[in-house]
């Protein structure tokens, strides 16, 4: 298909929040409309107005703002080619439908709901596929508001179509059949809706899920009935749980989209994530900032073979765009994750804090975790034995005359050991719990350090 300039859209349904599946897929189309210079189109889907969610158009827009990605024409920006709401469009539908109906490519479907239940059943005890068209009516009634019209397949054929990710592809007679266009109540089907706007907005490449797989023979067939050229599909690999060969699901820690921003996930991470979720650029390259994303980005790099939704890799990746970050940046974006009991203690102190778990730090809301000790005496439950308690007694002495710069308690700390004949990882964890409350935490000197010398010498004296 030879297009002047590359047209692609995201086109979401308002029937609930926004979750990594679906904003990967407007991510791919953002990405390759950048790479290629071309143009990225929003369109809102709302026809189904039995399971539109109240809220879930604007969660579309804040979820698409976050990650940075861009639209160049929608609902909110206007375009061209608007309006970019289907439910704002349905006279265009009806105009294309009423042609088809005067061609004699469109029939109104007389039959109730339980009646094509029958035909269903029928289907069943014949031991063949349920397929419409097989009870096509003889002479169906005039169309008249209140009655579903179908499209009626003018030829049985096989389709072949070219897929710019898996190659040549084609779908035989099997996959045809009359499908609804217009519902009773005057909405378009999918089917027919995104015919229409995808030729109407001139878009010239299509990313699909592999469930639209076996309904691209109809698009051809209605597209070929309305005499336009189809868009070039493209289809995107499944995206499956953490364990692979199942659907990807909340378990597998798919959340809705604005909830990894809540956790204190960062959108250059989850742009990273989803973009290496079934696509790579040829390399062992990992982590990407959004503009190497950009200019590396194209479709015939898709792969065919399911991704894997692993929120330990993801945790990694924004672990890893955490440690790009200087001091300074991350501390502005980490005020909401602060725990209460840090309001009393000036920037300084919490600036060095994090200073101290930026290393560690796999997304903003372990901050509390990781830092509440820092601010207030932990609950501590560990209970040293006779000689651990020995061990603490003895580094009180040491302790006492430390000036408590990180140098002075590294020596003072290894030559302890040395005097008790210890192993220092061993002392040093007895210290560490005795002094936070757990057995993981920052560097021990760079800890003590930060705590000061008579919260260090309070607690231990506590413990021992």
Do not use: C
């Not at 698409?64 to 469009?89: H, T």
């Not at 094509?116 to 069943?124: G, K």
């Not at 705590?451 to 010498?457: A, E, P």
């Amino acid at each position: 298909m030879s297009k002047s300039k590359i047209r692609i859209r995201y086109a979401p349904s308002p029937t609930g929040l926004q979750h990594p599946g679906g904003v990967r897929t407007a991510l791919f189309a953002w990405l390759y409309a950048r790479h290629e210079n071309g143009d990225m189109i929003l369109r809102i889907e709302d026809t189904d107005k039995s399971r539109e969610v109240e809220g879930a158009t604007e969660y579309i827009y804040e979820s698409l703002a976050w990650l940075g990605i861009e639209w160049d024409e929608g609902p909110d920006k206007g375009g061209e080619y608007g309006p970019y709401k289907q439910s704002e469009r349905l006279d265009i539908y009806r105009q294309y439908a009423m042609q088809l109906l005067e061609q004699g490519l469109a029939y109104a479907d007389p039959y109730t709901n339980e009646e094509v239940q029958q035909f269903r059943e029928q289907s069943q005890e014949a031991s063949k596929p349920f397929l419409f068209r097989d009870y096509r009516p003889d002479s169906p009634p005039e169309w008249k508001e209140g009655l579903p019209l179908r499209f009626k397949v003018p030829d049985l054929k096989t389709y072949e179509w070219e897929d710019a990710v898996r190659g040549q592809s084609k779908a035989g007679p099997e996959s045809l059949d009359d499908f609804i266009i217009l519902k009773s109540d005057g909405y378009p089907t999918y089917n027919f809706a995104n015919v229409i706007d995808d030729h109407l907005m001139k878009i010239t490449h299509v990313l699909r899920g592999e469930e639209y797989i076996a309904s691209i023979p109809k698009y051809l067939s209605l597209y070929e009935a309305l005499g336009w050229e189809a868009p070039i599909n493209a289809t995107m690999p499944l995206v499956l749980g953490s364990t692979g060969g199942k659907k990807l699901s909340k378990r597998d820690g798919s959340l809705p989209i604005l909830e990894y921003r809540t956790l204190g996930y960062l959108p250059v991470a989850i742009n990273n994530f989803l973009a290496t979720l079934g696509w790579n650029d040829g390399t062992e390259q990992e982590i990407y900032t959004i503009d190497e994303l950009k200019n590396k980005f194209t479709i015939e790099r898709l792969q065919k073979a399911p991704a894997r939704f692993d929120i330990e890799r993801l945790n990694y990746l924004n672990g890893a765009h955490i440690r790009k970050l200087s001091l300074q940046e991350l501390y502005s974006l980490s005020s909401p994750y602060w725990p209460e009991s840090s309001k009393d203690y000036d920037d300084g102190y919490r600036q060095k804090v994090l200073g101290l778990i930026h290393e560690r730090l796999k997304f903003l809301s372990e901050i509390p975790e990781l830092t509440e000790f820092f601010f207030t005496d932990p609950e501590n439950t560990f209970q040293p034995n006779e000689e651990q308690a020995e061990w603490l007694g003895r580094t009180l002495n040491s302790l006492e005359g430390s000036d408590f710069t990180e140098d002075d308690l590294e020596n003072r700390l290894r030559n302890l050991s040395i005097e008790l004949e210890v192993k220092p990882g061993k002392l040093f964890m007895v210290i560490r719990q005795a002094v936070t409350g757990s057995k993981v935490s920052p560097g021990l000197f760079e800890t003590l350090n930060t705590l000061g010398k008579d919260t260090v010498i309070q607690r231990i004296k506590t413990i021992a």
